[in-house]
Structure formats: structure tokens, C-alpha cells
């Protein structure tokens, strides 16, 4: 749980910089369980200094990644 925190620590401040409105978690972290998860999203919500930070989803897919890079594609065909 204590890298969970740190982990969440650090998402915290990069989510203040770059405000995604939703950050994917995935891959092996996924791996380490519900407590591990719950420790990123509970540091998360504890230091983010906002109102309400980005939606936290958890792909535990085999695919994470290529969903992902599809996403960003995606939006960026279609935004503006």
C-alpha cells in the first residue's frame, strides 16, 4: 500500500499540470490487486488540491496500451 501512496503522490501532481480528464491505470500494476489500486486512487483523492480530479479507470485488459494510444488518436481526429 505504501507505493500504491507514493504512486498516487505523484499522479497527483502530474494530474495538476497536465489535467487529463481521465488517467487509465493498467499493465502490472493492475496485477498487484485491489489494495494497490485503492492506495493510488485514495492518495490521489487526499493531494489533489482541485475540486475533483479525472475519472480512474482500471483496464485490466491484455490490450491496455493499444487502447489507449487508439483513444488519444481518436480524440485528436476529432477535436476541434
Given amino acids: 500500500a505504501q ?5 498516487g503522490r505523484y499522479m497527483s501532481d502530474w494530474v495538476t499540470l497536465f489535467g487529463p480528464e481521465i ?6 500494476s493492475v496485477q498487484l490487486g485491489p489494495s ?10 487526499r493531494t489533489y488540491f ?3 480530479g479525472p475519472e480512474i479507470f ?3 485488459g491484455r490490450f491496455h496500451w493499444t487502447a489507449g494510444a487508439a ?3 481518436i480524440q485528436n481526429l476529432f477535436v476541434d
Fill in 3 to 7: 507505493a500504491g501512496r507514493g504512486i
Fill in 23 to 28: 488517467i487509465i491505470l493498467g499493465g502490472g
Fill in 36 to 45: 494497490f489500486v485503492n492506495a493510488i486512487k485514495d492518495e490521489m483523492d
Fill in 50 to 52: 482541485l475540486d475533483e
Fill in 58 to 60: 482500471v483496464d485490466e
Fill in 71 to 73: 483513444a488519444i488518436t
